[in-house]
């Protein structure tokens, strides 16, 4: 059972353009919820991460947009650039247990 | 500041043979997980440690596999007789304190296992 779904699974972009990657859960006892980016033959790294009392949390291009009510979440990528290429996999966490994490989205941003 | 560091980053083994694969945390971090990557699809949580101590291995298949994390020395997942389809990339993280969402998680970059 999947705890965390992710869509879509690929993604082109233009160059400037905006990524949009969108999860969704179940489990409302989750409280915390990260998205990692990772690279070709590299292990996943920390992006940007939210918790449920915000519905936004933005760091430099990259947004993520919270829905308490739809238990859905999404990661925004503004003015996205060849370098975003990458596969981006959203999380969901509650407490000390450990991090359900969606299938991945592979974003390939052409120039 | 060495990260988490996997070895070997390539096995080849063939069916029925075991696999080892090694993870040495963050320096400070005695809580390490081990995570399965099978291609085009996400991670599985597979255990989680701490120093001597299994503290969730609900990921874990029944047989053949176990994980270790000894007083001294690096995490161990182990495989034994190995199938097909454990054919898979196999990343460790490891964390400073024993609730994740309290800081981040950082993964190794992984083990990339083959079974002829």
């Known amino acids: 059972q999947q705890q965390v779904k992710q869509s879509p699974q690929s993604l082109i972009v233009q160059k400037g353009g905006i990524s949009i990657i969108n999860c969704a859960y179940e489990?409302?006892?989750?409280?915390?919820f990260p998205w990692y980016q990772q690279f070709p033959g590299k292990g996943p790294a920390l992006l940007i991460a939210i918790r449920p009392d915000v519905s936004e949390k933005k760091e430099g291009r990259f947004t993520i947009s919270f829905n308490k009510s739809a238990k859905q979440f999404s990661l925004h990528i503004m003015d996205s650039q060849p370098g975003d290429s990458a596969t981006y996999f959203c999380?969901?966490?509650?407490?000390?247990?450990?991090?359900?994490f969606g299938t991945g989205t592979r974003l390939t941003v052409i120039p | 500041n060495a990260g988490v560091m996997q070895n070997p980053r390539h096995l080849v083994r063939r069916r029925g043979q075991e696999a080892r694969l090694r993870c040495s945390p963050m320096?400070?971090?005695?809580?390490v997980y081990w995570y399965r990557q099978l291609p085009e699809e996400g991670l599985k949580f597979m255990v989680y440690l701490q120093k001597e101590n299994i503290i969730d291995e609900s990921g874990m298949p029944k047989e053949r596999f176990s994980a270790e994390f000894p007083k001294e020395g690096p995490s161990i997942l182990r495989i034994q007789q190995v199938v097909r389809g454990d054919s898979a990339a196999y990343f460790c993280a490891s964390t400073r304190t024993s609730g994740m969402n309290t800081g981040e998680l950082f993964f190794g970059e992984g083990s990339r296992l083959t079974v002829l």
């Open positions: 489990n409302t006892a989750f409280d915390y």
């Open positions: 320096k400070g971090h005695s809580h």
């Open positions: 999380a969901a966490q509650t407490g000390a247990n450990n991090l359900f």
